[in-house]
């Protein structure tokens, strides 16, 4: 008798263990990724938390979100670059920012500036639109962009 309550019990376990949610991407073990400029300045994070990724600048306001293959959106639709293996790029392929471990070519960031405790209040996230065209995915370069992290989160 004991030994099939334990089996029902272990069968029950791992059917309840399995779910719809199972098809939902993982989230990393941090709940936000901070991203570092070229000055190895923390300058925005991604919230892993929230269902669309969205970006904040260290201020709290939300500048843009990130969808799963990697595409960077601003809520205002415009498509303005890619997050690829823990670098952002620009549209023409160039680093803007970071995460903390990231070393290839120009982009060392296993020394970074430490990270202020106090980020500013998240602020509410706009609604996004309809998303632009994204440009040709461009040769992706090891070495930093012209344009500055904050310059980059600016419609055009």
Request: negative net charge; glycine residues 8%.
């Amino acid at each position: 008798m004991k030994k099939l309550f334990l089996i029902l019990f272990v069968i029950g376990g791992l059917v309840s263990g399995c779910s719809k949610d199972d098809d939902k991407p993982v989230i990393p073990q941090e709940a936000e990724v901070t991203l570092f400029d070229k000055n190895i300045k923390p300058i925005a994070y991604i919230n892993y938390v929230d269902d669309d990724l969205t970006i904040y600048m260290w201020d709290g306001i939300p500048v843009a979100y990130l969808e799963e293959s990697g595409l960077i959106y601003h809520f205002n639709g415009q498509f303005l670059g890619w997050y690829m293996n823990g670098v952002i790029y620009d549209k023409e392929g160039y680093a803007v920012a970071a995460k903390k471990g990231v070393v290839r070519g120009e982009i060392k960031m296993n020394e970074t500036y430490a990270e202020s405790v106090i980020k500013g209040v998240k602020h509410v996230k706009p609604i996004p639109h309809v998303h632009s065209l994204k440009p040709k995915t461009p040769s992706f370069r090891d070495k930093w962009s012209e344009i500055s992290l904050t310059d980059f989160f600016l419609p055009q």
